[in-house]
Structure formats: structure tokens, C-alpha cells
């Protein structure tokens, strides 16, 4: 250290702290005009990110925005048999209230030693669309605008194109003589892309094979209707419009209950009826008899010979997801080939007539 003059005293250096003086005594460092504009900037930005998360909430219908109940629920697999009483009330008063129906809400639990498969025979469908609307009135689907779980492809003979097919076409009569028909639906895949890329895990497979969405965990992002393959996937981008006396009351929660506006939606082999012993919708309604539906895992079951015995064709089979659903053909028997008798025609008998 330098020596001072005699006489001289040195000052403090304000560099350096002032041991003698406790900390807590300091007085606070003065604002400047560079910390002032720092500190407002930074609220300014906070506060602006906040106004813009929150302006989608000011177009929205006081009915769409979630309660506290509704924010705070648990995902479906986490939630106590408790948990869903107080849930299902929940839903049952929501729908009494927009709908002025005292709903039937269930939850029927997958079935132990059953998987679930589903046949169409593509030979005898005529291409009616009957499965399309039982379909839309079992599962409480929109009416306005109509969502729709089934496509009906309509195909042109000797082709197996999906790409030039139509599922827009309007006929005299049916089946138009130079097409034939392909109903597509949720395939209800082994290996479901859907439930890979959902980030929530709002959809995921059960025991008995069906893929199911927990409406209320999922967050409208439509990344698994990218991901399906099969054009499956529904999303609502209004809210669902049923007219008054047509909701079908009898639903489950994971199933045909009314969905709400930003969510996505799709089939669910109206498990709200096939775990209960019932068959779908689809298929009770189809006039040809071109719907096969039960439980693969039993040798007996008429799914499990079609697939032992048919000519079967899996859509899309190179995309690896193993589909649940597929598709036979008839070697006799169908409107494309010759009446199914196993005796010979009397050609005889036939000339002379």
C-alpha cells in the first residue's frame, strides 16, 4: 500500500466493502434508467404473453370453458372408483342440462379372454351407407355439421385404388353396376400410430383390443389424426349440435357420451354394446349380412373362421399397424360370381326351359 503524506487522511475506497458497517444497514443500490427499462420490459412482456394466452378464451361460449372440476380431473387409468362417481355425476348433470336428458352413463371394464375383431365382406356390400347413419345416431355424433365414423369407398371395378374411390356418390339405385364397395372405419389397430404420438396420452389400447380417447384429457392437437392411416380420427372444430329427442341416452364414458368443441373423436366398436354382449350398430343395421363382428380368441366364433377360411385382405397392410379389422372376399355366393349351391345346375333341365 502507498504511503499517505503526513497529515493526510485516505478515504474510503467505495470499492470496497465497509467491514465495520452491517450488511442489512446498506442502503439499497439507486434505481438507474437502464434498470428501470430492464425491469419494466420484462413485465411488459409478461404481461403481454399472458393476454395473449388468455384471448382465445374471450370468443369461447361460457359453456366451453372448462369448470375447476374439469381442469383438476385425473387422467381416466389414475381415477378411484370414487373418483368416477363424482365424475360421472358430473357428466350426467352436463348433459341433462344441454340436452334435457337424464343420461344412462356407464363404464363397462374390457372382458377377460376376449379380442375383438371386425369382418366386412366386400363382395355382398351394395354400398347403402345403413352403417354410416345407425352409426352417427348409436354414437351421438354431430348432425351440424354431420361427422361420420364410416367412409363407404366407392371403388371401380378390377381396382384397388383408394386414391381415384369416392365417397361422395349419388345413384339412381344401388349397387352401381361398375363399382363395387369399401367401408373404412378405426381399424382398430394392434400397433395404433395414434396412441404413439399423442402427447398426453388422451388415447391409448385396451385389453380387449379396442383404442379408446378420454375426452376430457385430450387437448384437440390432431396429431393423431395425422398419424392414422386410415382416416379415422374426428375433430371437432364447433360444438356439437344434436337435435333435441335424438341423443341416444344409453352411453359410456368412453365411448358415445357428448363430446365437446376442440376435441378428437372416433369408433370404438360401440363398446358401450360389445362389452356388454351386444353387436354394433353397423352391423345390426347392414341388410346384406356384409358385417362380421366377435371374439377372435374363440375358435368357435364366426370371426375366427372367416379368418381360417376366407380370402382375406388387410388395407394398407405395408404400414406395419396390424389392423383388427379386415376384409374378405366370397369364392361363390356373391352379387360378382355365381349363386352359392353346392349342387351342379341341371343343364338339361335348363335348356329345355
Not at 60 to 79: G, N, R, T
Not at 121 to 133: D, E, L, S
Not at 200 to 223: F, H, K, L, M, N
Amino acid at each position: 500500500m502507498d504511503e499517505l503524506p503526513e497529515g493526510t487522511n485516505r478515504e474510503p475506497d467505495s470499492t470496497e466493502p465497509d467491514s465495520t458497517e452491517p450488511e442489512s444497514t446498506k442502503p439499497a443500490a439507486p434505481s438507474t434508467r437502464r434498470r428501470f427499462l430492464h425491469h419494466g420490459l420484462v413485465t411488459l412482456t409478461g404481461a403481454s404473453a399472458l393476454a395473449a394466452a388468455a384471448s382465445p378464451l374471450l370468443h369461447l361460449d361460457p359453456d366451453d370453458i372448462p369448470s375447476v372440476q374439469e381442469f383438476l380431473q385425473k387422467h381416466y387409468k389414475e381415477m378411484t372408483p370414487e373418483d368416477k362417481i363424482k365424475v360421472f355425476k358430473r357428466i350426467t348433470e352436463e348433459v341433462n342440462k344441454r340436452h334435457n336428458v337424464e343420461a344412462n352413463l356407464s363404464d363397462p371394464p374390457p372382458m377377460d379372454g376376449v379380442e375383438f375383431v371386425y369382418g366386412l365382406n366386400i363382395t355382398r356390400c351394395v354400398g347403402c351407407r345403413r352403417c354410416v347413419h345407425a352409426c352417427v345416431e348409436e354414437n351421438n355424433q354431430s348432425r351440424a355439421p354431420e361427422i361420420q365414423y364410416i367412409r363407404v369407398l366407392e371403388m371401380e371395378k378390377g381396382s384397388i385404388d383408394v386414391e381415384s374411390s369416392s365417397h361422395y356418390y349419388e345413384h339412381e339405385s344401388l349397387p352401381h353396376p361398375h363399382k363395387y364397395y369399401m367401408p373404412v372405419q378405426c381399424h382398430q389397430c394392434t400397433k395404433p400410430a395414434c396412441v404413439k404420438v399423442c402427447p398426453v396420452e388422451a388415447t391409448w389400447q385396451e385389453p380387449d383390443g379396442i383404442t379408446v380417447i378420454d375426452y376430457d384429457w385430450c387437448i384437440g392437437c390432431r396429431y393423431c389424426q395425422a398419424a392414422c392411416p386410415y382416416w379415422a380420427r374426428r375433430f371437432n372444430w364447433t360444438t356439437p349440435q344434436i337435435p333435441e329427442g335424438e341423443l341416444n341416452k344409453e352411453m359410456s364414458y368412453l365411448s358415445n357420451r357428448p363430446r365437446a368443441k376442440g376435441v378428437m373423436e372416433k369408433c370404438t366398436f360401440c363398446l358401450h354394446r360389445t362389452r356388454t354382449g351386444r353387436l354394433p350398430a353397423c352391423l345390426e343395421v347392414c341388410p346384406t349380412g356384409s358385417r362380421k363382428f366377435g371374439n377372435v380368441l374363440d375358435p368357435d366364433s364366426e370371426v375366427a373362421y372367416i379368418l381360417r377360411h376366407k380370402r382375406v385382405y388387410v388395407f394398407k397392410e405395408e404400414v406395419g399397424t396390424i389392423p383388427r379389422f379386415f376384409y374378405y372376399f366370397d369364392e361363390r355366393g356373391s352379387r360378382y360370381r355365381d349363386p352359392m349351391n353346392d349342387e351342379p345346375a341341371d343343364e338339361t333341365a335348363e335348356g329345355e326351359a
